[in-house]
């Protein structure tokens, strides 16, 4: 009775346990890679299971790491300032939408979710980049294009204002005296961390995993982020390797592991999200519940 | 308010009447400027957010007239010369258009069918697990490869697809006695190989989107079913799935409402932009970008580029307009 009742459960454990498998093999997959012996990864192929295990492509990686460095530096300034800035100002155009006493509140609002519906298309955003702000090949193009405001964000962000925050707190407290500014700053944020912590998240991950804005704005390797020196890598090993060697560099690169080092640098970028996801997990179920039914 | 006018004439016996509401509207007129006035400091507030649309979303907007124009950029946009139709002439004389167009649109529809069954089954799935601590571990696993950046979902499908050294090649079919196959030179694997990818990345997302869903259903309606003898099966069937209805809806219809658009992370970074597979991995947004950033051709790029934008907007009305049409609660606007 007992079996027969809780058999149901085993299959559905059973499905979930598979599913997990497959969403993780992958992963688990090019971490092995990472840690195999070069020779013996030539003769076997990418297994799970690596005949000799070597961290060489680690060390390999950080004892010649001068691009991989830089190209963590980019990512981390581009998120944090990126993420900052796009906070504070989604923030500050959704407080007057979500007030019913401003009177352009309507006209805004649709200014914004008229932004979701059509847009020019990728030619004339590249050329107003370009040609008319001239910010290819700066860190401003990294942080500027597409990611600093979007208009999702503003409307979540609205209806938490309006939702959340009730006008008589606002008007008891600018009856007391205190400014627009201050009320927005000391009562309206304070009071929104919880969507603040999510739009924040969902907008470091964006910065953290964006190779778009490099791939058509970027050209100068100086300036790649961490994805796209991932995305270069994967088809040119040899972006990665020290571009000062100069005549040695045939030499070493018949010495480097380059399929491990490879896949060592995939490990490198993909660290940081997966050993930071059990934090910020709960964040994202959150937010993308909340998107879905309120946005 | 604006734009009625107030016919004061003798025709209108309630002259008095007339005449108090045309004051009010003036008044009334008068006091948005007094509102606008005291509430600076809340226009001020919007005016760098209405400074980025304008910059990253309105100026490209009238940026499609490029689509009509043989771009010089000595010229500038607004002095090269005007040529009308002709761009999309050259873009419709390929067969790419057509191409694009096909390869954009069935994938979208296979993935969003797909998403929408497999969303939904592994929801209930995970409803109905009794250990709530399992179920809470399984979401956060399966949810991950949605956080990943399509470079590093391309990392995992080469670590499977290399020729030389790859999973698939070197573990599978060669223990098989089968000869290894150059997975990125021929096309006709790349439909299942990018549904695939597109399931494993998405599914874990969908599902967790209608699982909040079916969380908010009142538990009463099961405990009804429960006790008439309703078994499990059947009160998925005519419980849970008619209530997540709505929500299935919205979802799709969002998607279908992008079925113009592709995932260019997807189609661009997973297939390598390898040459061979553009008969099936060539979408509206790989073509674009390969005409303006390799080819560098602006006319047949802002002209695909605009052909998508177009068709898009009109889908996102259409769709909109059923919506309202079925139950004008869930329509967009």
Redesign the interface.
């Given at each position: 009775m007992t079996l027969l009742k809780r058999s149901?459960?085993f299959i559905?454990?059973l499905?979930?346990v598979l599913?997990?498998a497959?969403?993780?093999f992958?992963?688990l997959?090019?971490f092995m890679?990472s840690i195999t012996e070069e020779k013996s990864?030539?003769r076997?192929?990418?297994?799970f299971f690596p005949e000799i295990i070597d961290f060489s492509a680690y060390v390999y990686l950080f004892y010649d790491s001068s691009t991989i460095i830089n190209a963590y530096g980019v990512t981390i300034f581009v998120t944090v300032i990126g993420t900052v800035c796009g906070l504070l100002?989604?923030a500050?155009?959704a407080?007057?939408?979500s007030?019913k006493?401003?009177?352009?509140r309507k006209a805004?609002t649709f200014?914004?979710?008229f932004?979701m519906?059509?847009?020019?298309?990728?030619?004339?955003?590249?050329?107003?980049y370009t040609?008319?702000?001239n910010i290819n090949n700066t860190l401003l193009a990294l942080i500027?294009?597409?990611l600093?405001?979007g208009?999702f964000n503003?409307l979540i962000m609205r209806t938490f204002f309006t939702t959340t925050i009730p006008p008589e707190v606002i008007e008891s407290a600018s009856m007391d005296g205190a400014?627009?500014?201050r009320i927005?700053f000391q009562i309206v944020l304070r009071l929104s961390l919880p969507v603040m912590a999510t739009i924040g998240l969902f907008m470091t991950?964006a910065y953290?995993?964006?190779?778009?804005n490099s791939l058509?704005y970027i050209n100068d390797i100086d300036m790649y982020s961490i994805?796209?020196l991932?995305?270069k890598t994967?088809?040119d090993i040899q972006v990665v390797l020290n571009q000062t060697t100069g005549a040695l560099q045939s030499q070493l690169l018949a010495s480097v592991p380059t399929?491990t080092v490879r896949?060592a640098m995939?490990v490198v970028?993909?660290g940081p999200?997966?050993l930071a996801?059990?934090f910020f997990?709960r964040y994202?179920?959150q937010g993308?519940?909340v998107g879905?039914?309120k946005g | 308010m604006q734009g009625t006018r107030y016919d004061c004439s003798i025709v209108n016996n309630d002259l008095e009447r007339c005449i108090l509401k045309a004051i009010m509207t003036g008044n009334s007129r008068a006091s948005f400027w007094k509102k606008l006035r005291k509430h600076h400091i809340l226009l001020l507030m919007t005016v760098p957010g209405i400074l980025y649309f304008l910059i990253n979303n309105y100026l490209p907007m009238f940026g499609i007239i490029i689509a009509f124009k043989d771009l010089n950029y000595a010229q500038g946009i607004l002095g090269s010369e005007w040529v009308g139709f002709k761009n999309f002439e050259f873009l419709f004389r390929t067969d790419r258009a057509y191409l694009i167009t096909r390869n954009t649109v069935l994938y979208n529809a296979l993935f969003i069918l797909i998403n929408v069954i497999l969303g939904v089954g592994v929801s209930i799935l995970l409803n109905e697990l009794k250990k709530k601590l399992m179920s809470r571990f399984y979401q956060s696993i399966i949810l991950l490869p949605y956080l990943l950046s399509a470079v590093i979902v391309s990392y995992l499908a080469f670590s499977f697809l290399s020729v030389e050294y790859g999973f698939i090649n070197k573990l599978i079919l060669e223990p098989l006695g089968i000869n290894a196959i150059t997975w990125y030179s021929e096309p006709k694997y790349w439909p299942y190989i990018l549904t695939i990818v597109n399931v494993w990345k998405s599914v874990g997302y969908f599902s967790i989107i209608y699982l909040a869903a079916i969380v908010g259903i009142d538990t009463e309606y099961y405990e009804a079913a429960t006790l008439d003898g309703a078994s499990k099966w059947q009160q998925v069937r005519s419980i849970t799935v008619p209530l997540l209805m709505p929500v299935i809806m919205i979802m799709t219809l969002l998607q279908v409402g992008k079925i113009f658009n592709a995932d260019f992370g997807l189609f661009y970074q997973v297939p390598m932009n390898s040459g061979a597979l553009m008969s099936t991995t060539d979408v509206i947004d790989t073509y674009v970008y390969r005409a303006l950033m390799q080819m560098g051709d602006v006319g047949m790029a802002s002209a695909a580029g605009l052909y998508q934008s177009v068709l898009g907007f009109l889908v996102i009305f259409g769709v909109n307009y059923i919506v309202r049409k079925i139950n004008s609660d869930h329509a967009l606007f």
């Open positions: 149901p459960q559905i454990h499905f979930f599913y997990v497959a969403t993780v992958p992963l997959l090019i890679v990864l030539l076997n192929g990418y297994s100002l989604t500050l155009f407080y007057p939408i007030r006493d401003f009177p352009l805004l200014y914004v979710f932004t519906l059509f847009n020019g298309g990728l030619v004339p955003w590249y050329l107003v040609n008319v702000l500027v294009p597409n600093l405001i208009g503003v400014g627009e500014l927005f991950l953290w995993n964006d190779w778009y058509i994805q796209y991932l995305n994967l088809t399929e896949m995939a970028g993909l999200i997966v996801y059990p997990q994202i179920v993308m519940t879905a039914v | -």
